[in-house]
Every structure is written in C-alpha cells, then in structure tokens.
C-alpha cells in the first residue's frame, strides 16, 4: 500500500475549489473509499470480504442465467451474511453529504459511483449513475425496469418483471454482466460534457467507469483526487487532496460555498 501523506493543505482544498467554480460541467467519479468511512468493508486488499472469502466467480452473470431459481434462492440465503449486514446499517458520511451540497449548489453537474451501497442516493443525490447498481434495486434484464426489493414478491422464483414478464434479477451487476445499457448512456453523455471531474476514494482502476474520469483529463480537463492514499492516478492528478474523503469533501465544498458567495456579492 503506498505511504499516506500528511492531509490536503487550505492552500490545496482553495485551489480545488476555485477551479470547480470555474469549470463549466464538473462531475464526479466515487468508489469504495466512501463506502468503508460509512463501515461497509471493501472487496479487495487487506480485511476485504473477496480477501476473506474468494472472489466471486468471473463468470457469475452466466451462472445466474443458467439456473435463475437456484441463484434467487442463493440471494434471499445470503441476505443475512457478512456482505448485506453492513449494507443495511450504514448511512450516508458527511463526504457523501457534501457531495450532495455540491449538487445542490448547482455546481456538481453529474456523479457516476461505482458502489452499491444507495448512499448517495440516502445523502440526496439526484443526478447519479450507479455503474455496478444498486443493491436495493432489482431490474429486468428483458426491458431494463427498475424495482425496490420490497416491491417485488418473491414467493415464486425466479420473480417475473411486473412490466414485461422477462426475468428479474438483483441490480448489482454481476461479473460477467453487462453494465446496463441506460446507465452506460447517461456516463457517457455527462463525461462527454465534463471539463472537471472529482475522483474520490478509488484509485480509478476499474474500467468502464475508470475511462470517464480520464477521458476528461485527456481532452484537457482539469482531474481533482480525493483519496486516503496515493494511488495509479495521483500522477496525472492536477490536484491531489489527500485524507479521508469524510473530511476533504465536507472542507471542499464548505470552501466552494464561501468562493461562490463572494464572487455572487
Ligand atoms: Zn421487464
């Protein structure tokens, strides 16, 4: 793991801000990082639960088609486990808040998230899109509906769509699965739009949603990193802001806010 180095300075939080105010669609890019400041355990590297207990299987999309019954009665078994148990305990942290105070300021155009956990959308985020899912919904892989897990009856298995009839299947997109076309779109289009993106607590390596963050940098946005530690990203970073995303965020948006004020009056 690389070193961690002492917090961002003021100095750094004011230079992201201003180049925020000054950008003319800002995005952001949010993975795990946020998620472990809100207790949920991360998959990957040390006390991670694929560490723990395997890597699911690559190919878990196409497990799921071939016995849909027998994965949907893995699902309801596994509720109680280790992986759902913090999911349903946590709540948004004051990173994810201000992530949202920044939306509603009307200067975080878009937020693409590479976690499960509903947090943003708890925090109050409107524009979002949950590239892996969202481990509350439950969509039809025929015609792409959405659903509330609590919507859906599940006394036969696998559920029908209650749309179209096609087969439903938890949201959280399986290895193997393809990330679903609608959600695909709207990261594409805002990207396409960005001229900043906030990439905060992921190192940016998992692809697709790693590509939306660097495109805007390689055609010549400005990237701003929000991470505990240096990671694959940092060196082509403008701006670094090292710490937790639970304290860099909230100072960040705190410093946008004062920034905007000043420049309104
Ligand atoms: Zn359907």
Redesign the pocket.
Known sequence: MAASAPNATDAEILAAARAILDASYAIALTGAGMSVESGIPPFRGPGGLWTKYGEPPMNGYQIFLSDPKKAWEDRIRRQNDELWGPLKVAKPNPGHMALAALEAMGVLRFLITQNVDDLHRQAGHAGLAEIHGNWKMIR?I????RFRGEDIRLEVLPPQ?P????LLKGDTVAFGEPIPPDVLQHCVEHSARADLVIVAGTSATVYPAAGFAIEVKQRGGVLIESNLYESEITRICDISLRGPTGEVMPRLAATVADLRKARLS
Not at 142 to 145: D, H, I, L, V, Y
Not at 163 to 166: I, P, V, Y
């Open positions: 039809c025929e015609c792409g509906a769509c749309k179209c009839d096609g």
